[in-house]
DNA sequence: TAATTCACGACAAGTTGAGTCAAGATTCTA
DNA sequence: TAGAATCTTGACTCAACTTGTCGTGAATTA
């Protein structure tokens, strides 16, 4: 598995986070209750998204969450680094292609190409994007979310 | 990351073993060497190659290890799910597309078009192939490989 | 029989994942 | 100013995985 749920709950933050813009902080319980993230392991990432800018945080009564940018100037490919740490797909990347390293590897190649595409693909959607795919299924899932 | 070292280390036998076909059993120690793997940590890799019907082995002086198939007819997916597990890059793309697991999840969409180009390239990139790049390349590896 | 080579399982140290929990800081409201 | 509501932070845990090492035993050949 190339992301962990960090990955996975964070983006779910942050998704949560757009769909109420305009509304005030948003607190941590109601991230996690709609979500459906275990409320103290929550306060981890949204600490990560903090540092990097992605949110900022209020404290008491009324406190709570809120997106720090415009929706659609955060990309999932930046989030993704900030809470997993750098998603290359196997160690040989990394290596200057051409180099001896590279080359006992034996795949580099193929996954130089994968990994081109996946940053292309990630750097190019945005939380606004997610918002938008979610709201098209609005009507399927609005139960799941339980706005 | 999604491989860890066994994936690497056990395309980088297979490929040795390719390299050596036609001349008998290729033994353990040469494969480490000319890798550069941990010996016996190249045993287990061996081992689940052998058990999932990618390679033969015969023990005694003389022994070692042969490719059962043609080297055309092994996909790097193959090999790699043999070592590694499945690659799927987050859990929800396993879930049912539509169903409210993969809809909590946000990213599903995005992750299941890059997979399935993820399992296009590897399932269409033999062991052949990953042979005949390094031949091209041979000239300026050639100390590397130390063969 | 001795030497060579693989086969298999036990063991282990270190890292990461996935949380939980408690003490503390901040802010609002009464 | 007291108390309640919220976030902040760090310590801690438990299990799984990674990346090996080692030792014993089995098969084969000379």
Redesign the interface.
């Given at each position: 598995?190339?992301?962990s749920?960090k990955?996975?709950y964070g983006?779910?933050a942050l998704?949560d986070l757009a769909k109420h813009v305009g509304e005030g902080p948003v607190q941590r319980a109601e991230i996690a209750r709609r979500?459906?993230i275990p409320e103290s392991y929550l306060d981890h990432l949204l600490a990560q998204l903090r540092r990097d800018g992605y949110l900022r945080s209020t404290r008491g009564p009324g406190g709570g969450h809120e997106l720090a940018k415009a929706s659609d100037e955060i990309t999932?490919l930046e989030v993704l680094e900030s809470l997993e740490g750098s998603l290359?797909?196997?160690?040989?990347v990394n290596e200057e292609p051409?180099s001896?390293a590279g080359?006992?590897?034996?795949?580099q190649?193929?996954w130089q190409?994968?990994y081109t595409?996946?940053l292309e693909?990630?750097g190019g959607?945005t939380i606004a994007d997610?918002v938008e795919?979610?709201n098209q299924?609005e009507q399927?899932?609005a139960a799941?979310?339980k706005i």
């Open positions: 598995m190339l992301l749920t990955g996975d983006v779910r998704i979500r459906q999932l290359v797909p196997i160690e040989c051409g001896a080359a006992l590897c034996g795949q190649w193929v190409d994968i595409l996946m693909r990630l959607t997610l795919h979610e299924h399927r899932f799941t979310y």
